[in-house]
């Protein structure tokens, strides 16, 4: 079985700093793109940040622009979020996502989700 198992999250005051680790569990051969999302209380999921499978590319969206990092392991099967300079608006709960992931059995989901980790940014 495949799961994504987030960390990091917690309370911070406005202006600091969290890093968020998403990390795969079970037999992995592979895991394509893989991403955070985001959803507030009453709001949408909503995409955060996105990186390739190579990590050589990746995606913001323009609320968080110059203020996250997205980042992954070499193996490959992790994935990272720096958050600096948070504010009140970046609280929500946290997921990860991996896309296109085969197993070490060769069975293949399109889409893992974590369970979720929740960020609070509050004075």
């Known amino acids: 079985q495949v799961q994504l198992v987030e960390s990091g999250g917690g309370l911070v005051q406005p202006g600091g700093s969290l890093r968020l680790s998403c990390v795969a569990s079970?037999?992995?051969?592979?895991?394509?793109?893989m991403g955070w999302y985001r959803q507030a209380p009453g709001k949408e999921r909503e995409l955060v940040a996105s990186?390739?499978?190579?990590?050589?590319?990746?995606n913001y969206a323009e609320l968080v622009k110059g203020r996250f990092t997205i980042s992954r392991d070499n193996a490959g099967n992790s994935v990272y979020l720096q958050m600096n300079s948070l504010k009140p608006e970046d609280t929500a709960v946290y997921y990860c996502?991996?896309?296109?992931?085969?197993?070490?059995?060769?069975?293949?989901?399109?889409?893992?989700w974590g369970q979720g980790t929740q960020v609070t940014v509050s004075s």
């Open positions: 996502k991996g896309t296109r992931v085969v197993t070490g059995s060769g069975i293949w989901y399109l889409e893992v």
């Open positions: 990186i390739s499978s190579g990590g050589g590319s990746t």
């Open positions: 079970g037999s992995i051969r592979s895991i394509n793109g």
